[in-house]
């Protein structure tokens, strides 16, 4: 008698109830559900979804293992379910009016649901069973009633399961079923976010883990849960949660600090700005025939490639001191004993010269001089690596113009000059100025854009 009195008014007692004895849940827990079978699976279920919520009307059972706690107040009203405690393929979630629902369905419980009258709808990747919820004539997944609880969600009487994440790496994870439970190793809260709390109080909060590539994924902690005011741990290791995707970007959802154990020492600085010597100006045009087709080749003398990140190539208009344009050249590398083409109309080079240029940038930028400018080559910590023309000094006139001409380097120059030396360089133009060549160039007959000649 006793027994059944608790199976009827169970749900509503944990509800209702701050504090209950273990004894009591003991109890509780042994009214499993032994005459429930499951007679459909996680993707049978998924395909009943046609683009819009829907009740289930079919005397379905789905079988399933708790993978979520809401004992730390992380997850809210939510059951996460798997198909399988290991290796799972198939994932969704259970909206529910029932707090502490972790007395009943420890993580790595069976249970058996009865789907018959919830409903089933989709939020972003997210597989959602539950009441219903009206919004401006929208209906969606809703929590299910705390009284409906027990007429749909039943405890199996199966031992609890040890839960095996999926080890994943962050790079990997498109291959990975969302809503799973997941395993990383090597991961970090990123530089900028050491030393502040998990999360801001009252407001879910997205703070940042990366691993020793500076891949990166979210970590989605609630205002509201038991460890929101801890400070985010410092060092490197293995954390554990459920995998969700908004729209294109991962997070993770821990259940409680014990899915987290930073003790190892953090990723090493990863060193991405490289300098060197042997790369420099190799070729500038200023066609006569057209100044669409004007670049700027870059050459690497070295036989190893080098990452361009934070290098830079200024350009001093005229007699200008101070920088007039740049081109930041973060994201190239450039590779051995190659060229590097920049080009300020990327079109009309691919038209004159026959193949893209590996850059397109802006008029007005160092690729584009009338041939009276300077430029400087520098590297990622400031060092000026390379230098055409005399800083504060009109080319015009000059030994460093190369108007409706060609500036190329002499093929015997293996590295830069942060000092503008003439005699490394063979310079076309139309006037001839100042040991100049007074000889104007036409593309694409006099230009070698890509090849060092």
């Given at each position: 008698?006793?027994?059944r009195?608790l199976s009827?008014?169970?749900?509503?007692?944990?509800?209702?109830?701050?504090?209950?004895?273990?004894t009591?849940?003991?109890?509780?827990?042994?009214?499993?559900a032994?005459?429930?079978?499951?007679?459909?699976?996680?993707?049978?279920i998924?395909?009943?979804?046609?683009g819009?919520t829907?009740?289930?009307?079919?005397d379905?059972?789905?079988?399933?293992?708790?993978?979520?706690?809401?004992?730390?107040?992380?997850f809210?009203?939510t059951l996460?379910?798997?198909?399988?405690?290991?290796?799972?393929?198939?994932?969704?979630?259970i909206?529910?009016?029932?707090?502490?629902?972790?007395?009943?369905?420890?993580?790595?419980?069976?249970?058996?649901?009865?789907?018959?009258?919830?409903?089933?709808?989709?939020?972003?990747?997210?597989?959602k069973?539950?009441?219903?919820?009206?919004?401006?004539?929208?209906?969606?997944?809703?929590?299910?009633?705390?009284?409906?609880?027990?007429?749909h969600?039943?405890l199996?009487?199966?031992q609890?399961?040890?839960?095996?994440?999926?080890?994943?790496?962050i790079?990997?994870?498109?291959?990975?079923?969302?809503?799973?439970l997941v395993?990383?190793?090597?991961?970090?809260?990123i530089?900028?976010?050491?030393?502040?709390?998990?999360a801001?109080?009252?407001?879910?909060?997205?703070?940042?883990?990366q691993?020793?590539?500076?891949?990166r994924?979210?970590?989605?902690?609630?205002?509201?849960s038991d460890?929101?005011?801890?400070?985010?741990?410092?060092?490197?290791?293995t954390?554990?949660?459920?995998?969700?995707?908004?729209?294109?970007?991962?997070?993770?959802?821990?259940?409680?600090?014990?899915d987290?154990?930073?003790?190892?020492?953090?990723?090493?600085e990863?060193?991405?700005?490289?300098?060197?010597?042997?790369v420099f100006?190799?070729?500038?045009?200023?066609p006569?025939n057209?100044?669409?087709?004007?670049?700027v080749e870059?050459?690497n003398?070295s036989?190893?490639p080098?990452?361009l990140?934070?290098?830079?190539?200024?350009?001093y208009?005229?007699?200008?001191?101070e920088?007039?344009?740049?081109?930041d050249?973060?994201?190239?590398i450039?590779?051995?004993?190659?060229?590097?083409?920049?080009s300020?109309?990327?079109?009309?080079?691919?038209?004159?010269?026959?193949?893209?240029?590996?850059l397109?940038?802006s008029?007005?930028?160092?690729?584009?001089?009338?041939?009276?400018?300077?430029?400087?080559?520098?590297?990622?910590?400031?060092?000026?690596?390379?230098?055409?023309?005399?800083?504060?000094?009109?080319?015009?006139?000059?030994?460093?113009?190369?108007?409706?001409?060609?500036?190329?380097?002499?093929?015997?120059?293996?590295?830069?000059?942060?000092?503008?030396?003439?005699?490394?360089?063979?310079?076309?133009?139309?006037?001839?100025?100042?040991?100049?060549?007074?000889?104007?160039?036409?593309?694409?007959?006099?230009f070698?854009?890509?090849?060092?000649?």
């Amino acid at each position: 008698m006793i027994k059944r009195f608790l199976s009827a008014i169970g749900f509503i007692f944990i509800a209702l109830s701050a504090c209950v004895k273990s004894t009591e849940f003991d109890a509780l827990k042994s009214n499993c559900a032994s005459n429930i079978e499951a007679n459909s699976s996680f993707l049978e279920i998924e395909a009943l979804f046609n683009g819009e919520t829907i009740q289930i009307h079919e005397d379905l059972v789905l079988e399933g293992y708790v993978i979520s706690s809401d004992k730390s107040g992380n997850f809210f009203n939510t059951l996460f379910l798997q198909d399988h405690p290991s290796f799972p393929t198939q994932a969704l979630q259970i909206e529910i009016d029932f707090r502490k629902s972790h007395l009943f369905f420890e993580a790595g419980s069976k249970v058996l649901v009865k789907l018959k009258g919830l409903y089933l709808g989709k939020s972003s990747s997210v597989t959602k069973l539950g009441g219903t919820f009206s919004s401006f004539g929208n209906v969606s997944v809703g929590r299910l009633p705390t009284l409906k609880v027990q007429e749909h969600i039943f405890l199996a009487c199966d031992q609890t399961e040890s839960l095996e994440p999926i080890l994943v790496t962050i790079s990997e994870l498109d291959s990975i079923t969302t809503n799973t439970l997941v395993k990383f190793e090597g991961l970090e809260i990123i530089d900028e976010e050491l030393g502040v709390t998990f999360a801001e109080e009252g407001e879910e909060t997205e703070r940042f883990l990366q691993d020793c590539e500076e891949n990166r994924i979210g970590l989605l902690t609630s205002g509201f849960s038991d460890f929101q005011a801890e400070i985010l741990p410092e060092g490197n290791g293995t954390i554990s949660g459920i995998l969700q995707k908004d729209k294109n970007e991962y997070q993770l959802i821990v259940r409680d600090l014990n899915d987290i154990e930073f003790k190892n020492d953090r990723c090493p600085e990863v060193i991405t700005e490289f300098t060197s010597t042997e790369v420099f100006i190799s070729e500038l045009a200023d066609p006569n025939n057209n100044s669409g087709a004007r670049f700027v080749e870059l050459y690497n003398a070295s036989s190893e490639p080098l990452d361009l990140n934070k290098w830079m190539l200024h350009r001093y208009t005229n007699d200008k001191t101070e920088i007039s344009s740049t081109i930041d050249l973060s994201g190239f590398i450039i590779d051995a004993e190659s060229t590097l083409v920049l080009s300020p109309n990327a079109a009309e080079f691919e038209t004159v010269y026959g193949f893209a240029p590996d850059l397109g940038v802006s008029t007005n930028s160092p690729a584009d001089s009338n041939g009276d400018d300077n430029l400087v080559l520098v590297d990622p910590f400031g060092t000026v690596i390379d230098v055409f023309g005399v800083v504060g000094e009109d080319g015009s006139g000059t030994n460093h113009e190369f108007e409706d001409g060609r500036a190329v380097r002499n093929t015997n120059v293996a590295q830069g000059n942060p000092n503008y030396t003439f005699t490394e360089w063979t310079i076309c133009n139309d006037s001839g100025d100042s040991g100049t060549t007074k000889q104007p160039k036409n593309a694409p007959e006099d230009f070698t854009p890509g090849a060092r000649e």
